[in-house]
């Protein structure tokens, strides 16, 4: 706690809390700190590290303009002017956009050191009030009002502090909340819409021979110029070299991966194989599509889906993909996102999506279903392709990783291992791997940045295995002890951020009938199963408002994801 | 299509000048050194102080970036322009000299 003498005197505080408590209160210091803990000065050495790059955008743009009378003097062909004019523009655009932040950052520091002080005041206010009455502060202050008849000032000053307190809360969220919007936009814009001057060579072949340009188009600037026509050429040969194997798997898988990315692309988007490792006899193979430009990109989701999935049919995958890089993109105009379907650890069952293995493999494939095995091999491999994805992305890319079902056992392992994220989204999850206890377990990660959303229909996310969960559900938890995914992360436990939002498809529930005999399970379980297909789909977590609250992790706009406690 | 073209190559050395002391400008603007101003949880617990912390580190990263491109772009204007008023004065000579 910075800068507050009122909470130190070591007494006041517990006996407020502890009356609050007793009167059914939310404990007022606990708001009390929240405000007095925001880091203001923080706050204000970013404003001056902003300021000092604002006010270097002005000064250069101000030298672009005093470089047009010289060129148009200078030079009879417009077109350098209008390089120059251009470059002037944007420095201002640049310098306008930070403006609004700065200008927001002023008024948010003004209002949080307010508030703070403001809290303080009230805190102290109440103090002198509790032992205005004659309380000594070394007696529990409820029982001592009891005993002294002052329960109804010690309740008014008690609530009183409360609402104010909360008050206040609410202004300071307020503040931050204008500073959030003010933030969204990114200073680089204006700049990466400029064209390159195209070197020493191009002025010259402009002028002498006549033509009137003194410009050439150049690429796009900002980042990999590279684009994404050379990070995955050597898994693109993979690819062309395996379209003609005579192995069926291998010819198999990459069929699979080409028709997804002619879907990712037919998206009007970049697709880039970023991963690519043929399949064999004994394996699915990996493979990684990004939807959208890693190299530019200032938010990167990788999704890892669930069992029964392969490489095979990884063009399911860049549906979802391209549905939250679109919805990313409307929520935040102004960055680019690109979206990574990741198949890049063994799923279970995958053979029910005809990858064509021999039996032993494909047995051995069906019991991986049973616990998090394949999930926390698959979590290491996830960490190092997170970290290749980090070296072809800017540097100030967010990162973040979302499982669905197994998936986000596979992602929760990642986290548990170091992968290099932002933010972990667990969708319709089984457990959060046997790696972690609760969010806390995550080694750079966060709890505020671990995210569940767990439907309540979805029998999967209620700790039974991924496989049998939906004909056990209704009778109860399976005999195993605990879930050999691990621990639910939607539960209060857990202590993630869970997301409130619904299912987006209607509950659908059956009562069968066997004349005069009693329906002991059957209706049970035929519910679960039907709970089974209707809920526990990826397409149904990845649509509605659910798809938004994803987004808006991947873009960052934290305060537009809804929460609610844990089960 | 032809178009006359007029040409004051000492004029157009000038703007390169100008060009260069733009391309320091947003060059300083782009060195401060980026050090965790605020970090997760600086502000709050709260999804809001969570979202402020993270978009500022970052925003200002890019604000850095944005000033450091545009000093590249100002530098290989000033460097184009040179190498034009170069050129002129070589035509230039060129078209007065007596013919052969």
């Not at chain 1, 604002?54 to 062909?77: F, I, K, M, T, V």
């Not at chain 1, 379209?243 to 990315?261: D, I, K, Y």
């Not at chain 2, 949880?41 to 450091?68: F, N």
Request: proline share 6%; net charge negative; aromatic share 4%.
């Amino acid at each position: 706690m910075t800068g507050n003498s009122t909470l130190d005197t070591g007494l006041v505080g517990p006996a407020i809390t502890q009356a609050a408590l007793t009167f059914g209160l939310p404990d007022p210091i606990t708001i009390a700190e929240e405000l007095l803990d925001a880091d203001v000065d923080g706050l204000r050495e970013w404003f001056a590290v902003a300021a000092r790059t604002q006010l270097r955008l002005w000064q250069g743009a101000d030298r672009l303009a005093d470089a047009l009378p010289l060129l148009a003097g200078g030079w009879s062909s417009r077109a350098p002017s209008l390089t120059v004019a251009r470059q002037r523009d944007a420095g201002l655009a640049s310098h306008r956009l930070i403006g609004s932040a700065l200008s927001a950052a002023d008024q948010a520091s003004a209002e949080l050191r307010r508030c703070q002080a403001l809290a303080d005041t009230e805190l102290s206010a109440a103090r002198s009030a509790l032992v205005g009455l004659g309380w000594p502060p070394g007696l529990q202050l409820t029982t001592w009002a009891v005993l002294n008849d002052q329960v109804v000032p010690v309740t008014s000053i008690v609530t009183g502090l409360t609402n104010r307190l909360g008050e206040l809360r609410v202004r300071s969220t307020q503040a931050l909340q204008t500073l959030a919007l003010a933030l969204r936009a990114d200073p680089r814009d204006p700049v990466q819409d400029i064209p390159r001057v195209g070197g020493p060579a191009a002025m010259p072949a402009a002028g002498p021979a006549g033509a009137s340009s003194a410009t050439s188009g150049g690429t796009s600037i900002g980042g990999n110029t590279t684009g994404g026509n050379t990070i995955d050429q050597a898994n693109l040969a993979s690819l062309t070299a395996d379209l003609h194997s005579t192995n069926v798997a291998t010819l198999a898988m990459a069929l699979g991966v080409e028709a997804a990315l002619e879907r990712a692309r037919t998206a009007g988007s970049v697709a880039q194989l970023l991963v690519y490792e043929s399949a064999g006899s004994g394996s699915q193979g990996r493979a990684a599509i990004s939807v959208g430009d890693i190299t530019t990109a200032d938010n990167v989701a990788t999704l890892a889906p669930g069992i029964s999935n392969a490489p095979v049919n990884m063009a399911e995958g860049i549906s979802t993909a391209a549905a939250l890089r679109d919805e990313s993109e409307r929520l935040a105009p102004g960055d680019a996102t690109a979206v990574v379907a990741w198949y890049g650890y063994d799923m279970p069952l995958s053979a029910i999506r005809g990858v064509p293995v021999g039996p032993l493999a494909a047995a051995a494939n069906a019991t991986a279903a049973l616990d998090d095995d394949n999930a926390r091999v698959g979590g290491a491999l996830l960490v190092s392709d997170i970290a290749r994805f980090h070296q072809w992305a800017p540097a100030t890319a967010r990162f973040v990783a979302i499982g669905f079902s197994m998936g986000s056992t596979t992602v929760s392992a990642a986290a548990a291992m170091g992968a290099d994220i932002d933010d972990l989204v667990m969708l319709g999850s089984p457990g959060a791997s046997t790696d972690v206890r609760t969010a806390h377990d995550y080694p750079g990660l966060s709890a505020r940045h671990a995210f569940a959303l767990a439907y309540d229909q979805d029998p999967i996310t209620l700790g039974s295995t991924d496989l049998l969960a939906g004909m056990f559900g209704g009778i109860g938890r399976l005999p195993t002890g605990p879930s050999p995914f691990g621990p639910d992360p939607a539960s209060r436990d857990f202590d993630a951020q869970v997301i409130a939002t619904e299912s987006n498809v209607p509950d659908v529930s059956v009562k069968l009938s066997f004349g005069p005999l009693p329906d002991l399970f059957g209706s049970a379980i035929a519910n679960e199963v039907l709970d089974l297909a209707a809920h526990h789909q990826e397409p149904n977590y990845y649509s509605g408002a659910s798809l938004s609250a994803i987004a808006s992790v991947t873009v960052g706009h934290y305060s537009d994801v809804p929460t609610k406690p844990g089960r | 299509m032809s178009a006359d073209l007029t040409v004051e190559t000492t004029l157009i050395r000038q703007a390169a000048a100008v060009l260069d002391e733009a391309s320091s400008n947003f060059a300083a603007g782009g060195q401060a050194s980026i050090c965790p101003l605020l970090h997760d949880g600086s502000l709050g617990r709260s999804a809001v102080a969570r979202e402020v912390a993270g978009a500022a580190t970052r925003r200002v990263e890019q604000a850095l970036e944005a000033a450091r491109l545009l000093a590249d772009h100002a530098r290989d204007a000033a460097i184009g322009l040179r190498a034009a008023a170069a050129a002129f004065e070589v035509a230039e000579s060129l078209a007065i000299a007596p013919p052969r």
